[in-house]
Structure formats: structure tokens, C-alpha cells
């Protein structure tokens, strides 16, 4: 099984609203990411876990809130979110060893956020 | 981290022929991959390049690897319509970052 499983595939939501994506792996990789990706944009860097820890938060405002319940999950919670926030949320994961990323990254297809 | 910096930014191609781009980087790397994006899904791995490699095949996919001149290409050969797509390169050592892409269009 060699798949990242993103949820919800779409998603649309309020200035208001708090919502969740889901990511989750089966391949036993220690390191899980979060990107996202504007319209002819490249990805983004948001977030990494390594081990269930935040080791990097790419200065992301606290409206995005990440979680890494264990090994294969990782949650972004999302509150208050404006407008600009629109993109492709795309979650990956990969091996790690120290903390580093030391190969390929899996990615998921992605969660296609619209906040109106 | 650091991300690399592909070229051309856009590629226009008949099916067929043969697709190159290129990535350069500015630091010292352990490895470089490639990565391709369908319009709205996900990245795909492409190949995997060690810095004490020169040259690598998979498939139609031959890259290589110049690390004297921080440099790298992606030929795609015998180019067909589902080649369309962004390539991105990532010069890795940690963590991936993603420079612009090279979009190429393959038409039939």
C-alpha cells in the first residue's frame, strides 16, 4: 500500500466556519507534510512532523492548526479562514532519519479548500 | 532547504518528440528529484538522482546530474499526450521545497 488518503477531496466553507483535512498513511513513514498550492503556483511548505513532533512551521498564520494525532495521521484545522486561503491542500509523507527527510515524498491528491 | 529553479517555464511540444528541462540549484546537495503534477492532483515521484551520480534512467525518464555546475535535466523522450503536465526538480538534502515548474503541453 503505497497511498496518502486525503479528505474531503473538496471542500467549501464560511469566514466563520472551523473545519478539519485529514491525511492519512499506512506506509510507516515518521515524517508527514503539509502543503499548499495556489492556482499556477508551485506547492508551498506549511508544516512538517517528524515522529508525531512539529519540526517545522513555515510561518503560517494560527488560523492553520496542525495535528499529528500518530503515525499515520495528520489533521489541518482550519478557523477563521479568509478568502486568500482558497487553494489545493496537499499532504505527503516520506522516511526520515534525525528529522530528515531522506527520499522520495508520497502525496495525497489533495483537499481543494473555497472559503467564501 | 533549498528549491530549485526550473527552465523552461513553458514547454510546447508535438507527440513524439522529445521534452527537455532543466533545473539549477545553489547549494551543495545530497540528492535531487523529479517531480510531475497533473493539472490538480497531487505530485507523482519521477526519479530519484544521488549527487554521486552523473546519469539515471527510468522508463522514457533519462536525468542527469551536473553538480559542478548546480545543474539538472529531465529528458522525457518520445513524448505523448499524458506527458502533459508540471515537472518540478527538488534539490533535496532536507526538507522538499518546489520552485516554479516547467509546464509542458504535448499535443497530439
Known sequence: ?116 | SQQGEEDPQALSIQEGENATMNCSYKTSINNLQWYRQNSGRGLVHLILIRSNEREKHSGRLRVTLDTSKKSSSLLITASRAADTASYFCAPGYSTLTFGKGTMLLVSP
Open chain 1, 1 to 116: 500500500d503505497t497511498e496518502v488518503t486525503q479528505t474531503p477531496k473538496h471542500l467549501v466553507m464560511g469566514m466563520t466556519n472551523k473545519k478539519s483535512l485529514k491525511c492519512e498513511q499506512h506506509m510507516g513513514h515518521r515524517a508527514m507534510y503539509w502543503y499548499k498550492q495556489k492556482a499556477k503556483k508551485p506547492p508551498e511548505l506549511m508544516f512538517v512532523y517528524s515522529y508525531e513532533k512539529l519540526s517545522i512551521n513555515e510561518s503560517v498564520p494560527s488560523r492553520f492548526s496542525p495535528e499529528c494525532p500518530n503515525s499515520s495521521l495528520l489533521n489541518l484545522h482550519l478557523h477563521a479562514l479568509q478568502p486568500e486561503d482558497s487553494a489545493l491542500y496537499l499532504c505527503a509523507s516520506s522516511w526520515t532519519s534525525g528529522g530528515r527527510n531522506t527520499g522520495e515524498l508520497f502525496f495525497g491528491e489533495g483537499s481543494r479548500l473555497t472559503v467564501l
